[in-house]
């Protein structure tokens, strides 16, 4: 089953091929449009609906379902009664709207980070394109009030880092990129810290818990649903890889041998490849995982953090199994569950293609595993789940997948595509600014004209913005934070039209009989009722009497 490269509804169409969440597989910061979410960007939730109002009719082409994938779900809906209002509210049709759904949701053990709604961005870390679009990122975050995580090998690719004895001193990336976000966190969403094997050997947490204390969440890493080998960066410079090299990380070709410097200067070898190391290569056992996996833990709170999170990849049950289960005996504030095919910077593209368990799957074991911990009596870390999340619905379907347990899904590529266009857009309109904010237009394309020549044509949710942080301040908002903005509305009011339907009213009355699956093979892989059966003895009941 292919995502379809163009919508005729819409209106939208994919530069390059389409991924399953319906991402181009190759999603490029210089891009004229038109995917789906890269025009959501600019005119939100008015691409929840078909084009042309008044002079179409339009009829889904979604109807057959093939395999085994999110597009194999299908979301419920109800013709009756009302859950999850809020105090205020009564089940009276005036106030049963979807303009009432109460998308905010918590996460947490003691302490709870509360979220304007139920998303968060995958781990930006030093990949370059990480770094140049920061400030739109952390800032389209920070206004949105959803959580953004600081990835690996920040302070280690950092040049102007400071690192003493094995221990960093001094970080100004890893500082702009928090107190970016600190400026505009108004007490909802969070600013996530990960940790890799070089984070950890750099005293990286050490770091981050002198300076900012709790104002930080702490995050270890097992893994990612793109690649089961380390972070990778591309560099282009001799210089600059040696310096990696002499850092302590991996270098392919090694800069420091004479011939391939020679081969470098004579143009056979243009780049060099940065690769961080395995994590868990001393353990041999999973006892020795958790002894290990509980050290760290317990270290971290050492230090202050009060909040700590784990991310782990596609890897097969046996990991899952520990991380749900350790995380949850540790008392982690959240367990971040990323299937493949994942999106990333630099991951070795038939690996990204071939290796690890695909989101549904892994994603469908989860949730199996975290309910049979509670029916023992345990209790269950909270749950995010990551992997090809792009449009409304299929945020939909993984939050009811894994209800109760996932408190959120975790957004990748899909939450840098406004980043990117809005950099673009702001450096064509002012051209004295394009350097400076990566911006890759000398002149707006027709896929935006099309919509105005200002910001305050373009983004539909301008005023929003400008209505929360004032006149005056909008001149140091970037305008890939208004396409956050933009695009986050538009999610948001999508998920609140599905739940509206299905009369959830609230995120924790979500569950997962609010899906069902389109065909017997997901049925069975998932758990979920298949269509046909999903109260089908109630039906009964109904006709019988």
Not at 169 to 195: C, F, H, M, W
Not at 322 to 328: D, G, L, T
Not at 438 to 446: F, I, S, V
Request: glycine letters at 12%.
């Amino acid at each position: 089953m292919r995502f379809a490269k163009n919508n005729d509804v819409l209106g939208t169409v994919n530069r390059g091929n389409p991924a399953e969440s319906g991402l181009c597989t190759l999603c490029r910061a210089d891009c004229q449009g038109k995917c789906e979410t890269w025009l959501s960007s600019m005119v939100g939730r008015k691409l929840l609906y078909p084009r042309d109002f008044g002079v179409v009719t339009a009829g889904a082409n979604n109807t057959t379902h093939l395999g085994v994938s999110y597009n194999s779900l299908r979301i419920q809906g109800y013709a009756y009664g009302a859950l999850g209002l809020q105090d205020h509210l009564t089940s009276d049709p005036d106030d049963c709207i979807f303009p009432n759904v109460d998308l905010t949701t918590e996460f947490g053990n003691e302490i709870k980070t509360k979220c304007r709604m139920p998303l968060m961005t995958g781990a930006l870390g030093s990949t370059f394109i990480a770094a140049k679009y920061w400030d739109s990122f952390a800032i389209g975050c920070a206004l949105t009030g959803i959580p953004i995580v600081i990835g690996e090998n920040v302070v280690g690719v950092d040049q102007k880092s400071i690192i003493e004895n094995g221990q960093v001193k001094n970080s100004p990336e890893l500082d702009r990129r928090i107190d970016t976000y600190l400026r505009y966190y108004d007490g909802y969403g969070a600013i996530i810290v990960q940790l890799n094997v070089e984070d950890t050997r750099n005293g990286v947490a050490e770091y981050v818990a002198g300076k900012y204390g709790d104002k930080c969440i702490i995050e270890l890493k097992w893994g990612q649903g793109a690649k089961d080998i380390g972070g990778e960066i591309q560099v282009s410079s001799l210089d600059y890889a040696i310096f990696l090299k002499e850092r302590g990380y991996v270098v392919d070709p090694n800069p420091l041998l004479p011939e391939v410097q020679e081969a470098f200067k004579s143009g056979s070898i243009k780049t060099f490849a940065r690769h961080s190391r395995l994590g868990g290569t001393n353990l041999s056992s999973v006892e020795l995982v958790r002894e290990d996996f509980m050290k760290s833990v317990d270290y971290l709170r050492s230090l202050g953090f009060a909040r700590i999170s784990l991310k782990t990849g596609s890897y097969g049950m046996e990991e899952l199994a520990m991380a749900i289960k350790f995380a949850s005996e540790a008392k982690l504030d959240l367990l971040t569950i990323d299937g493949a095919g994942g999106g990333t910077g630099m991951s070795p593209w038939n690996m990204m293609q071939s290796w690890g368990v695909p989101s549904i799957n892994l994603h469908s074991k989860a949730y199996e595993y975290a309910a049979a911990l509670a029916a023992s009596g345990q209790d269950v870390v909270d749950i995010s789940f990551a992997g090809g999340f792009a449009l409304e619905d299929s945020i939909y379907k993984g939050l009811a997948l894994g209800a109760p347990f996932t408190k959120m899904i975790c957004m990748g590529r899909a939450l840098m595509i406004p980043g990117f266009l809005g950099a673009n857009i702001e450096g064509a309109i002012n051209h004295e600014r394009k350097e400076k904010i990566n911006g890759n237009w000398d002149a707006l394309p027709k896929t935006v004209t099309q919509f105005g020549t200002t910001p305050q044509e373009i983004f539909s949710c301008y005023y929003d913005v400008e209505k929360k942080v004032g006149k005056e301040e909008m001149a140091n908002i970037p305008y890939g934070a208004l396409g956050i903005w933009t695009l986050t509305d538009k999610l948001g009011c999508g998920i609140q039209q599905l739940m509206a339907g299905a009369r959830r009213f609230s995120m924790k009355t979500l569950s997962r009989n609010d899906i069902f699956a389109a065909n017997r093979e997901t049925a069975e892989e998932t758990g979920i009722l298949h269509i046909s059966d999903s109260n089908d003895q109630s039906a009964r009941k109904i006709l019988l009497g």
